[in-house]
């Protein structure tokens, strides 16, 4: 079935023929043949699967559970294998095509009748309804992988070299992104992008990605992977950004100011100073420097425990003030009742 020849010449009256093959290449072509792993992941938009080796896939206790959340377990999992399904066989140990073609040769009367439409064997599935089905239970596998000390290892990798992309925050400086998922079912959201320095989300980078379950990543790998590897977290960079109106800096408590600045910042022995933006942002705006190091040096509070320790602050102050003047009034008594 792999060969293909062509005719090439006859000889005398055409009893005999020479088959030769096409191409050298078009005869090797079984042993050349592509699985259905290595063809899912060089699709367009793929590129942030790994592959999961066949052997990963074959231990049934890495599996445990799956068959209860996919469809068609057992016809997509031989899709992603590659294993031809099994012939259907009725009792008498003869094939169910085999028989249907003796029942039509022995009902065969001379005239033209109408073939069955059936191609398909009992028991068997369309492959295009299992295909959809095999790619969710393969992104489940992919998720359980990348748990794995193997697949750990080859994100790190792809991650140091910045296969997935950079950070698009500005201030992050070209830090390089993990792909991932916010849940563990399938069909709930799509990818996102971690960025470990300013530890937020992003949408994919193009919308190829987009389409891609944020399930078959999961939302634990990436955290997992930073403990492993400790020495690819990235240092947090000390700028952040500032609203300026015509210069001047917007106030926290406006309307529009940056209320929630301090959810950035880190303690001033984990932070970058190697920055070359933020040693020139100082030296643009000195009179920054010890309101940035203030705030760097110790954690920032929120708008309303700010208001609170200020209502207490100013309680504070009234309830010395009438003391005070409490004390006053209780030695001017004193006074006037000597003379009376």
């Given at each position: 079935m792999d060969r293909f020849f062509s005719t090439a010449a006859t000889t005398g009256d055409g009893a005999d023929f020479k088959f030769e093959p096409e191409d050298d290449s078009v005869t090797n072509s079984s042993s050349?043949?592509?699985?259905?792993?290595?063809?899912?992941?060089?699709l367009s938009g793929h590129e942030f699967y790994a592959e999961v080796p066949e052997d990963f896939i074959e231990d049934?206790?890495?599996?445990?559970?799956l068959s209860a959340l996919v469809p068609y377990y057992n016809e997509a999992l031989e899709m992603i294998l590659d294993v031809e399904p099994e012939e259907y066989t009725d009792d008498d140990g003869q094939s169910k095509d085999d028989a249907t073609l003796k029942d039509d040769e022995d009902e065969n009367d001379g005239f033209w009748k109408e073939g069955s439409l059936k191609t398909n064997q009992k028991g068997r599935v369309e492959p295009r309804l299992v295909e959809p089905?095999?790619?969710?239970?393969?992104?489940?596998?992919?998720q359980r992988y990348l748990l794995t000390r193997n697949g750990q290892?080859?994100?790190?990798?792809?991650?140091?070299?910045?296969?997935?992309g950079f950070c698009p925050r500005v201030y992050c400086g070209r830090c390089p992104i993990l792909p991932c998922g916010r849940f563990e079912?399938?069909?709930?959201?799509?990818?996102?992008?971690?960025?470990?320095?300013?530890?937020?989300?992003?949408?994919?980078?193009?919308?190829?990605?987009?389409?891609?379950?944020?399930?078959?990543?999961?939302?634990?790998?990436?955290?997992?992977?930073?403990?492993?590897?400790?020495e690819l977290v990235p240092a947090p960079k000390r700028h952040i950004y500032q609203p300026r109106i015509f210069g001047f800096r917007v106030n926290e408590k406006s309307q529009a100011g940056p209320r929630m600045q301090?959810?950035?910042?880190?303690?001033?022995?984990?932070v970058d100073d190697e920055d070359s933006e933020d040693m020139e942002e100082e030296r643009e705006n000195p009179d920054d420097d010890s309101l940035e190091e203030e705030a760097v040096g110790k954690p920032v509070p929120s708008q309303a425990v700010e208001q609170r320790q200020e209502g207490e602050e100013h309680l504070e102050r009234l309830t010395n003030q009438t003391e005070r003047w409490r004390i006053r009034e209780t030695g001017l008594n004193s006074?006037?009742?000597?003379?009376?």
């Open positions: 050349s043949l592509q699985s259905w792993i290595s063809w899912f992941c060089s049934d206790f890495n599996l445990t559970g089905y095999a790619v969710m239970l393969y992104g489940l596998i992919h290892r080859l994100m790190a990798e792809r991650y140091a070299s910045g296969q997935f079912e399938a069909g709930q959201e799509s990818i996102r992008m971690y960025c470990p320095r300013c530890m937020d989300l992003y949408s994919a980078p193009s919308s190829v990605h987009q389409c891609i379950d944020g399930a078959h990543f999961g939302s634990t790998y990436h955290h997992l992977l930073f403990l492993a590897y400790p301090w959810l950035r910042m880190r303690p001033s022995n984990y006074f006037f009742r000597r003379w009376l």
